[in-house]
């Protein structure tokens, strides 16, 4: 089955930038579907960053489109999440996530990493 | 402060319906497809509806969804211990041009 795995430091120094990747394995990320970014501060709600196509045609969360970037790479199945001048704000569990199919403004995840955690501290 | 409000928390016996609400605007549930996630504790978020009243494979029929006007709700009969979970709301809105989701919904279970 499909499966998705993020992976990158557990902890970032303020003012550094984020780094994470999403491994996809049992599906091809060239075949389709959206591909993003979802995040979890410690006890609060969720929050979208972001959603990459194969084709690099992108969706970013206004509010965070300024330091966002997510690119995805093909060859090795995978996408990443760049998130730049990080500070304590930005602590939170971070899931990659597949929209599932759906039309232009119809948005849901159906298929969800287990998350890994980033903390923002010095 | 979430785009879309949902209530704290709800609770009901075991055997029993809860019914969880969440409220938009014209701008979000008014006019697109809302979905409905159930996350249990330390793990991730789990798609239980989408495009307002749609399961997915290998989710019972014990959850519903609806829709009505600017607001949306995602009903539970047959309550479980094992339903016990944090359950939020999402859709995209088109003011915003943004993914919003509720604050969340804890259920208990008494």
């Known amino acids: 089955q499909v499966q998705l795995q993020e992976s990158g430091p557990g902890l970032v120094k303020p003012s550094e930038t984020l780094s994470l990747t999403c491994a996809v394995s049992?599906?091809?990320?060239?075949?389709?579907?959206?591909w993003g970014w979802i995040r979890q501060p410690p006890g609060k709600g969720l929050e979208w960053i972001g959603s990459?196509?194969?084709?690099?045609?992108?969706y970013y969360n206004p509010s965070l489109k300024s330091r966002v970037t997510i690119s995805v790479d093909t060859s090795k199945n995978q996408f990443s999440l760049k998130l730049s001048s990080v500070t304590a704000a930005d602590t939170a569990v971070y899931y990659c996530?597949?929209?599932?199919?759906?039309?232009?403004?119809?948005?849901?995840?159906?298929?969800w990493g287990r998350g890994t955690l980033v903390t923002v501290s010095s | 402060q979430s785009v879309l409000t949902q209530p704290p928390s709800v609770s009901a016996a075991p055997g029993q319906k809860v019914t969880i609400s969440c409220s938009g605007s014209?701008?979000?549930?008014?006019?697109?497809?809302v979905s409905w996630y159930q996350q249990l504790p330390g793990t991730a978020p789990k798609l239980l509806i989408y495009?307002?009243?749609k399961r997915p494979s290998g989710i019972p029929d014990r959850f519903s969804g609806s829709k009505s006007g600017t607001s949306a709700t995602l009903g539970i009969t047959g309550l479980q211990t094992g339903d016990e979970a944090d359950y939020y709301c999402?859709?995209?809105?088109?003011?915003?041009?943004?993914?919003?989701f509720g604050g969340g919904t804890k259920l208990t279970v008494l």
């Open positions: 996530a597949r929209r599932g199919v759906a039309a232009a403004d119809d948005w849901y995840f159906d298929l």
């Open positions: 049992g599906y091809s990320i060239s075949s389709g579907y959206y």
């Open positions: 990459i196509y194969h084709s690099g045609s992108t």
């Open positions: 014209s701008s979000n549930i008014g006019n697109n497809y």
């Open positions: 495009e307002n009243n």
């Open positions: 999402g859709t995209w809105d088109s003011s915003l041009s943004d993914v919003v």
